[in-house]
């Protein structure tokens, strides 16, 4: 699964039921109604998971076309896709930011809290210390997905996605997973903050190894882009 961004970034989720959290952290995300920004009018608005759910068939069509282009190639049954978007907007503190040209859908991102109970930690190709995988409701976010559709990146979407995501959260820190050879997302996410932790493996056959990545909240918003 992926993370992505306006550079084409795609961030990788080891596992999409396993990243969905059960605790509300400290309170629910301050949401907005819509902001608009202008040259292009891109419109972004956050949405909770009921209202996402009307939006399937589009997030469905984006995700594929990201994923088909490399370095992802990854061809996810639309039903595994389906399922995986249905488990995750069900969980408490689950929350997507899209952005639309008009009432065309150019890029979104969603995440949810990790419970105390997440596997988010589990398969780490390297073990890491406790005090960096323990898990408490409030203090980790995950951004499981962040996606631009490649004709509409380099415009500050990307950004724009994520902060929107992250500003009102109130846990104490947010993850994601991203491939190695997604150069640009990393680069991207260094640069929003971000820090390599340690690598993942999905255990499902034929899945690759992917950086796990982990920043402090609330986001800097006094970084450029």
């Given at each position: 699964m992926a993370a992505r961004c306006s550079t084409g970034l795609s961030v990788q989720e080891p596992d999409?039921?396993?990243?969905?959290?059960?605790?509300?952290?400290?309170?629910?995300?301050?949401?907005?109604?819509?902001?608009?920004?202008?040259a292009p009018e891109i419109t972004f608005e956050l949405l909770d998971g009921g209202q996402a759910a009307g939006h399937e068939a589009e997030l469905r069509a984006l995700h594929a076309e990201v994923y088909a282009a490399p370095p992802y190639r990854h061809d996810e049954d639309e039903g595994e896709f389906a399922r995986r978007l249905r488990v995750q907007r069900r969980q408490p503190g689950f929350v997507l930011a899209e952005a639309r040209h008009g009432g065309y859908l150019v890029g979104y991102a969603a995440g949810m809290p990790l419970r105390p109970s997440t596997s988010w930690w589990r398969d780490m190709t390297t073990p890491l210390p406790d005090e960096l995988t323990a898990e408490h409701p409030g203090r980790t976010f995950a951004l499981a997905d962040l996606l631009v559709r490649a004709a509409w990146r380099r415009q500050g979407i990307g950004a724009g996605l994520h902060d929107l995501i992250l500003s009102g959260r109130r846990e104490e820190r947010a993850t994601l997973v991203v491939l190695p050879a997604a150069i640009a997302a990393q680069n991207a996410f260094q640069s929003w903050g971000w820090r390599k932790?340690?690598?993942?493996?999905?255990?499902?056959?034929?899945?690759?190894v992917s950086d796990v990545l982990v920043t402090e909240l609330p986001v800097n918003h006094g970084r450029p882009g």
């Amino acid at each position: 699964m992926a993370a992505r961004c306006s550079t084409g970034l795609s961030v990788q989720e080891p596992d999409g039921a396993r990243a969905a959290g059960g605790g509300h952290g400290r309170g629910r995300p301050c949401l907005v109604e819509r902001l608009v920004v202008p040259a292009p009018e891109i419109t972004f608005e956050l949405l909770d998971g009921g209202q996402a759910a009307g939006h399937e068939a589009e997030l469905r069509a984006l995700h594929a076309e990201v994923y088909a282009a490399p370095p992802y190639r990854h061809d996810e049954d639309e039903g595994e896709f389906a399922r995986r978007l249905r488990v995750q907007r069900r969980q408490p503190g689950f929350v997507l930011a899209e952005a639309r040209h008009g009432g065309y859908l150019v890029g979104y991102a969603a995440g949810m809290p990790l419970r105390p109970s997440t596997s988010w930690w589990r398969d780490m190709t390297t073990p890491l210390p406790d005090e960096l995988t323990a898990e408490h409701p409030g203090r980790t976010f995950a951004l499981a997905d962040l996606l631009v559709r490649a004709a509409w990146r380099r415009q500050g979407i990307g950004a724009g996605l994520h902060d929107l995501i992250l500003s009102g959260r109130r846990e104490e820190r947010a993850t994601l997973v991203v491939l190695p050879a997604a150069i640009a997302a990393q680069n991207a996410f260094q640069s929003w903050g971000w820090r390599k932790v340690g690598r993942t493996r999905d255990p499902r056959p034929g899945s690759a190894v992917s950086d796990v990545l982990v920043t402090e909240l609330p986001v800097n918003h006094g970084r450029p882009g």
